[in-house]
């Protein structure tokens, strides 16, 4: 079988989950280091999404490191599977969380000029979390895609 760019058990593999991570721990960590976050419930949702991905890719960068370390090979159907169908769910939470977030974003900040007037609300930080949770939903979204490719090849 050919091997694609992001398969479980390789380094680009490793290099995607480790991207995930990184993104997604950036997002939780300017959320939560911004006021006032907790009184949105968007955003709460935005750092459970994010907080539910960071488990899973880790998760997945241990079991890649583990396959690197003893030449296993993880592209068996049982296990593929279990990763198109963790990789989807988490995609769908993420990509939900973070559209929910920019859109209270969007409305306070550009439709109702509510961050110009509430100086003490950071939105900076909201847009940039947001930005962070979008990215990681990209590097998902890859890799849940080639998942399925794999899957479809198993």
Same mark, same amino acid.
């Given at each position: 079988?050919?091997?694609?760019i992001g398969?479980?058990?390789? @380094?680009? +593999? ?7 991570c990184?993104f /997604? !721990?950036t =997002? ?6 911004a006021n ?6 968007a955003?709460?949702y935005l ?5 539910l991905?960071l488990?899973?890719s880790f ?9 690197l370390?003893?030449k ?8 593929v599977s279990?990763? @198109?169908? +963790?990789?989807?769910v988490t995609?769908?939470?993420s990509?939900? /969380? !973070?559209? =929910?977030s920019?859109?209270?974003v969007?409305?306070y ?20 979390s947001?930005?962070?949770?979008f ?8 890799s849940s895609?080639?998942m ?6 198993v």
């Open positions: 079988m050919k091997e694609l398969s479980p058990g390789t @380094v680009s +593999g490793l290099v995607l989950r480790i991207g995930q990184s /997604a !721990a =997002s939780i960590g300017i959320m939560v280091s006032a976050f907790s009184d949105y419930t955003f709460c750092i459970a999404s994010m907080g991905q488990l899973w998760g997945l960068a241990c079991l890649d490191v583990y396959a370390r003893r296993r090979d993880l592209q068996n159907p049982v296990l279990l990763f @198109v169908v +963790g990789d989807w995609a769908l939470l990509l939900a /969380a !973070a559209c =929910s920019a859109g209270v969007v409305l900040a550009r439709d109702l000029k509510f961050c110009k007037v509430q100086t003490n609300l950071p939105c900076n930080r909201y847009e940039i947001i930005l962070m949770a990215l990681t939903w990209l590097l998902i979204g890859v895609h080639v399925l490719w794999i899957l479809a090849s």
